[in-house]
C-alpha cells in the first residue's frame, strides 16, 4: 500500500487500467445498448444524458461500442503478449544456459530475423496469404513480441547464472532445466512483469492501428481502430465519432505505460532503497 | 576494425537470405493458384498454364526461389498480376512518396527531441523538466493515425492550412510536395520525437554524473559550458543508434499514416495489392522493407563500432 502513495505513477496508472479493463468484463454481461441494433433516426447525435458519448452513422451508441471494442483490444493484446511469453521466456532461458553456444546461437539469430520484421510487416504478409481477422492480428503482435521476451530472459538470466545459489544448486546435483524453472525463472518474473505490461501497451496501439487499416478484427467485432476507419470520412460532421474511440486508446496506453514504470519502481529493490 | 566490418557484412548477408527464404514461403507456398484467381473459374487448362509461364509459376518452390532472389538482385521484382506491369517500376514511384516522408520524419524527430531532451536533463526535477516528461508519456501513448485525423480537423478543415490529403507529385515544385506531406511527417515523427526525448534526457542525465564532468566543472567551466562542450557530445551514442532504428519503424509506420492523407506510397500499394491478391507485390514491399531494417540495423552497428572501439573486441 505505501509503494501504490510512494509511486507518482502507480496509481493513476492502475485507476486507468481498472477502468478499461472493468469495461471491457462488464460488456461482456452488460452494455447500455445493443450494437447489432441499427437506429437510422437517431444517427450521429452528439453526447448527452441519453447516449453519454453520442451515437455513429448508424446510429449505435458509442458507449458500447467503446466498451467491446476495450474487449476486442484487451483480449488481442493480452493473448499477444501471452504468446511472446510463452515462446519468447523458455528460448531465453535455454539460450542463457550457455552463452556462445550453438542453442545459444540459434535461438539469438532466429531472434535477431524475427526482430527485423516490424509486426505490421507480419500483419500484412498473413493477411495477403489468410484474409484480415482479430486472430491474425493477435498472431502478427504475438510473433512480434517473442524476440523482445527472449532477449530480455536471456540477457538477465546470463547475469544469474554466475550467482553463488546457482553453483550451489549444481553441486546440489540439479540439472539445467530444473535449475532455469526453480532459480532463474523466478528472479527474473519481476522484470517479465514490467515488460510485460510495457508490450500490453503497444499491443493496444498496434491492434488498433492493425484494425484502423483494416488487418484486424471484422465487423461485427467491435474495435477502437475501425471505429477510427469509419469516422474519417464524417469528422467534420460528428467530431465526436473520432474523438472518444481515439481517447479510449490514449487512456489505456498511457494507464499501462504508466503502470509498467511504477511496477519498474516498486518491484526494483535498488530504486527502492535510493528513494529511501 | 576490418576484421569486425567482414563479419558483420557475413552476419549481414545471411539474415538477408533467412529473410528472403522467409517471406517467399510464407506468400509463395499458400494454398490458392494466382493464375486461376486471375482468369476466373472457366479458365482453360492451356490458358492458366500459359499465364503460369508468363508469371513463372512453374517450376519447383526452389527454382523459384532462385528466380525471385536472383531477380530482387538485379532489380527485377516480377511483372504485377493485375496490372501487368514491371514491379520494380511501381515500387519506385511510390518509393518517392514513403521516402521523403520517413526522412522528413526523422528530420523532424531529431528537431523536435534533441532541444526537448537536453533542455529537461538540464533542468532535472523542475516544472520544466516535468512538462517535458508529461508531454512524451502522452506522445508514446497517443496513436499517431488518430493524431493525424485530429490534425486534418484542426489544421486542414477548419483553418484551410492545409491540404486534408492526396499528394501533387514532385513536378509541382519541391515546396508544394513538401507541404503536401508536413501534417503526415509531423504525426509520423511525435511518437519517435518523444521517445527520442526521453533517451536523449537519461542518457544525458547519466553522461552528467560522470568524473569527467565533475572534473570540467572542477577545472572552473560553468554548468552550462560543461553541458555543451563534454556531456551532450557524449550522450550522443545511444541517442544516435535509437534515431537509426527509428528510420526503419517510421519507413514500416508510413504504411498507415499514408492511409490517412490518401498518399500514393507503398503503404497504400500494399494495401491495394492485398485486396487484388497481387501476392508479388505484397511480397517485394515487405522484402524492401526488411531489407531497409536490416541494412540500417548493420549501418548503426558499424557507426557504433566506429565510434566506440571497446565495441569491435566485446563480440
Known amino acids: 500500500m505505501s509503494l501504490l502513495l510512494h509511486s507518482r505513477t502507480l496509481l493513476p496508472g492502475l485507476v486507468l487500467t481498472l477502468v478499461f479493463t472493468g469495461a471491457a468484463l462488464i460488456s461482456l454481461v452488460w452494455v447500455p445498448y445493443d450494437i447489432t441494433v441499427l437506429d437510422i433516426a437517431s444517427r450521429m447525435k452528439p453526447p448527452s444524458w441519453v447516449h453519454p458519448f453520442g451515437t455513429d452513422q448508424f446510429g449505435r451508441d458509442i458507449l458500447s461500442m467503446i466498451m467491446e471494442g476495450a474487449r476486442t483490444s484487451i483480449a488481442v493484446a493480452l493473448v499477444a503478449v501471452g504468446i511472446g511469453m510463452v515462446i519468447g521466456v523458455p528460448f531465453g532461458l535455454a539460450a542463457a544456459v550457455r552463452k556462445g553456444g550453438l542453442m545459444d546461437e540459434v535461438i539469438m539469430r532466429g531472434n535477431d530475423l524475427v526482430f527485423a520484421f516490424p509486426s505490421l510487416l507480419i500483419a500484412v504478409m498473413i493477411t495477403a496469404v489468410f484474409g484480415a481477422s482479430a486472430l491474425n492480428a493477435i498472431i502478427a503482435i504475438g510473433i512480434f513480441n517473442i524476440p523482445v521476451f527472449a532477449r530480455l530472459t536471456r540477457g538477465a538470466a546470463l547475469s544469474l547464472w554466475s550467482r553463488d545459489y546457482i553453483l550451489a544448486a549444481r553441486v546440489a546435483g540439479k540439472g539445467q532445466a530444473r535449475i532455469s524453472l526453480e532459480h532463474i525463472l523466478p528472479n527474473v518474473a519481476n522484470l517479465l512483469i514490467v515488460q510485460g505490461t510495457i508490450q500490453f501497451s503497444l499491443g493496444i496501439l498496434a491492434e488498433a492501428g492493425l484494425s484502423y487499416v483494416g488487418l484486424g478484427a471484422q465487423p461485427p467485432i467491435a474495435s477502437w481502430g475501425r471505429m477510427l476507419a469509419d469516422s474519417q470520412t464524417m469528422i467534420s460532421l460528428a467530431p465526436h465519432l473520432a474523438l472518444f474511440p481515439g481517447l479510449a486508446i490514449l487512456l489505456t496506453v498511457l494507464g499501462l505505460n504508466l503502470l509498467g514504470d511504477g511496477l519498474r519502481d516498486a518491484l526494483d529493490p535498488k530504486l527502492r532503497r535510493a528513494r529511501v | ?315
Do not use: C
Not at chain 2, 516544472?127 to 508514446?140: F, H, I, Y
Not at chain 2, 507529385?169 to 515523427?189: E, H, R, Y
Open chain 2, 1 to 315: 576494425m576490418l576484421h569486425y566490418f567482414l563479419k558483420r557484412l557475413i552476419s549481414l548477408g545471411l539474415s538477408l537470405v533467412a529473410a528472403s527464404v522467409v517471406i517467399f514461403l510464407a506468400l509463395e507456398v499458400v494454398p490458392g493458384d494466382p493464375a486461376s484467381y486471375m482468369l476466373g473459374l472457366n479458365a482453360q487448362e492451356d490458358t492458366l498454364n500459359a499465364l503460369r509461364q508468363e508469371l513463372g509459376l512453374n517450376g519447383t518452390i526452389l527454382e523459384r526461389y532462385v528466380s525471385w532472389a536472383g531477380g530482387l538482385l538485379t532489380g527485377d521484382f516480377g511483372t504485377s498480376y493485375t496490372y501487368r506491369t514491371p514491379v520494380a517500376g511501381m515500387i519506385g514511384d511510390r518509393l518517392w512518396v514513403s521516402l521523403p516522408l520517413a526522412l522528413y520524419a526523422l528530420i523532424l524527430s531529431t528537431l523536435i527531441a534533441f532541444p526537448a531532451g537536453i533542455w529537461a536533463a538540464a533542468r532535472r526535477g523542475t516544472a520544466a523538466d516535468a512538462t517535458v516528461m508529461g508531454v512524451t508519456q502522452l506522445g508514446v501513448a497517443i496513436p499517431n493515425f488518430w493524431f493525424a485525423m485530429l490534425m486534418v480537423l484542426v489544421f486542414a478543415i477548419n483553418l484551410r492550412w492545409f491540404s486534408a490529403g492526396g499528394f501533387p507529385g514532385w513536378d509541382a515544385g519541391f515546396f508544394v510536395a513538401m507541404k503536401a506531406l508536413t501534417l503526415p511527417a509531423i504525426a509520423l515523427a511525435l511518437p519517435q520525437a518523444s521517445i527520442l526525448t526521453r533517451v536523449m534526457r537519461s542518457s544525458l542525465l547519466d553522461t552528467l554524473n560522470e568524473d569527467f564532468i565533475r572534473t570540467a566543472r572542477a577545472k572552473g567551466l560553468t554548468k552550462g559550458q560543461a553541458l555543451w562542450r563534454h556531456a551532450v557530445r557524449n550522450a550522443l551514442i545511444p541517442v544516435l543508434t535509437i534515431l537509426g532504428l527509428q528510420f526503419s519503424f517510421l519507413l514500416a509506420g508510413a504504411i498507415i499514416i499514408e492511409n490517412v492523407f490518401f498518399l500514393p506510397g507503398l503503404g497504400r500499394l500494399v494495401f491495394q495489392s492485398i485486396s487484388a491478391r497481387d501476392l508479388i507485390v505484397v511480397e517485394s514491399i515487405v522484402m524492401l522493407l526488411v531489407f531497409a531494417v536490416i541494412l540500417v540495423n548493420f549501418a548503426v552497428d558499424m557507426a557504433y563500432a566506429w565510434v566506440d572501439p571497446r565495441l569491435r573486441r566485446r563480440r
